[in-house]
């Protein structure tokens, strides 16, 4: 079984080097590589590309919201996952507008941690209710009204529902018999009539419309 690929970026060698030893412990991830700032981190992404990333938001250098949006215009296949406390709800919207999939509190246990990372890289998106709230309101433009639900298939709404849910790709093409390649060309279509270009503003939209 291949491992995921990690890579933490934080400002704190404490922090790196707690987050890469509780990581250790899980025989399905692997701590691949570290960085201090953003900028170290980009230099680090080509030689060492990791299937997700572990983003510190406060910084120096370059903070984690100009990091996520650089690593997801170079590098849109890897996961951003934010690490962040309560106090960072600007950055964190940020973040998610630029493409990170979600975000993770410093202070939670292993066994959290893991099942986070294993459910961004499978393509889920950590979100908490507090923040897709106030990200409905900031990429739904006032003079841009919501596209109406009747514009989507009824295939197309099938996946939604799922979508809205968490579900990934793969999940989505088992639970309705389709083929992957099926469900992504889907997805795409979806993500096209939304104008959206990543699945956290996807489902923000798509709730924001009732699903």
Known sequence: MSKIKCMIVDDQP??????????????DIEV?????NGAQALELLNQYLPDVVLMDIRMPVMNGVETTKAI?????????IILTTFDDDQYILDALRNGASGYLLKDMNI??????????VSG???LPGRIASKLTMMIQPANSPLIEDGEFSAREKDIIQLLVKGYSNHEIAETLFLSLG???????????KANVTDRSNAIIYLKNLGF
């Open 124 to 126: 889920n998106v950590l």
């Open 111 to 120: 066994q959290q941690l893991a099942s986070a990372i294993r459910d961004g």
């Open 72 to 80: 997801k215009q170079q590098y849109p296949s890897v996961t951003v």
């Open 14 to 27: 404490i922090l790196r080097e707690g987050l890469k030893s509780l990581l250790g412990t899980c025989e």
């Open 182 to 192: 099926t469900v992504k060309n889907y997805v795409s279509q979806i993500y096209a």
């Open 32 to 36: 691949i590589a570290e960085a201090g």
